[in-house]
């Protein structure tokens, strides 16, 4: 347990009017990601096989009913913060109804979607006014040629088309995440920063992930390569305000009016301080991205569970949660693909 010392993860809030999540090495659990499916348009290299098929049957998808009542049941719990997925969320038939639905929940404070962006222009507006907060954008390259060979399709265009939409659709703040991957698009790097900073969008650099084949085929890159050729080519300085609740560490322009993120689950791991677990589309929980503790709620969502019962399962999850991922440990030991987990 690397020193840490096992602790209940029922932890009163000041008030006793909740009992908040908490796992059993202390860290507050106030983050969910929520896949909403796990289909998508794109065949990103680093999330998938380009000739995988294995979806789960959309009767196997926890209904709109059900992620609400999920995620309702976790805000009782004290957690706030809540991210749809996929696959590409955009592709889930009724998505503005689940923001709707979700962002109306008491308790949630922060509901924000990851998304390709392909679909995005004809939603944003739709998204906005049904309470969605911000975005996050994969986007990996702004060159047709490379966003071609990482996603499997020519989508750049429709991309950036729909970010200016959600844009101009007021969502903000809008990150765009790029997945730093070498002899790939390492050369870009500072010209995705620029693109950003000029047009008041948020870079994330991520390292890439050894989750399921497609990840241990991307070309790794350290971020600690790269980080001290951004804060000298902008005039970096650390970020000293928060920008959302991810692992995400930030530096920003000197005037305060950009920033950068770095996502280092290799090279910097952030494991002491994991806030998240997340839910895949089949209503499985996962406990960690580099772990196999999970549980199954959809037989308690359809087998007449009580809210209680439901609560009660969900606390004894959060009693799995590991300390750490063993990316760096053990690299083939997560067999499923990222989009299977949910982001």
């Known amino acids: 347990m690397n020193g840490q010392h096992a602790m209940s993860n029922i932890a009163p809030s000041s008030d006793g009017a909740i009992l908040r999540l908490q796992d059993r090495f202390g860290r507050r659990i106030d983050y969910l990601r929520v896949s909403v499916t796990d289909r998508c348009d794109l065949r990103c290299s680093y999330c998938r096989p380009r000739d995988f098929d294995g979806y789960a049957e959309p009767s196997e998808w926890l209904t709109q009913a059900e992620l609400t009542r999920v995620v309702a049941t976790f805000a009782r719990m004290g957690v706030a913060r809540v991210r749809l997925t996929g696959g590409e969320p955009l592709l889930r038939r009724n998505l503005v ?120 085929s991307t070309e790794y890159l350290s971020l600690d390569e790269v980080r001290p050729k951004l804060v000298e080519h902008f005039n970096l300085v650390p970020c000293s305000i928060e920008l959302g609740g991810g692992p995400a560490r930030y530096w920003q322009t000197v005037d305060g009016r950009g920033q950068v993120g770095f996502i280092t689950p290799i090279s910097q791991h952030f494991c002491a301080t994991c806030n998240r677990v997340r ?31 439901l609560e009660a399962a969900i606390r004894t999850a959060i009693e799995l949660k590991p300390w750490h991922h063993e990316f760096v440990e053990a690299p083939t030991k997560i067999i499923r693909f990222m989009s299977q987990t949910g982001g």
């Not at 995440?177 to 070498?182: E, F, K, L, Q, T």
């Not at 991205?289 to 549980?295: D, H, V």
């Open 97 to 216: 109804g689940i923001v709707r639905d979700m962002a109306a929940l008491p308790g949630v404070s922060d509901l924000s979607l990851s998304t390709n962006a392909t679909q995005l222009a004809k939603h944003a507006l739709a998204l906005k006014a049904a309470g969605l907060a911000r975005i996050n954008v994969s986007l990996d390259s702004l060159d047709k040629n490379c966003v071609e060979k990482v996603s499997g399709r020519d989508s750049l265009d429709a991309v950036i088309t729909g970010i200016m939409a959600a844009k101009a659709a007021g969502i903000a703040p809008i990150k765009l995440n790029m997945v730093a991957m070498r002899g790939v698009n390492e050369h870009e790097i500072e010209h995705m920063a620029a693109f950003c900073l000029e047009h008041g969008f948020i870079l994330r650099l991520i390292e890439a992930m050894p989750v399921g084949d497609a990840g241990r």
């Open 279 to 309: 839910l895949a589309v089949d209503g499985t929980l996962y406990l960690c991205l580099g772990q196999e503790e999970r549980i199954e709620l959809r037989p308690l969502l359809r087998g007449g569970a009580t809210d209680s019962e």
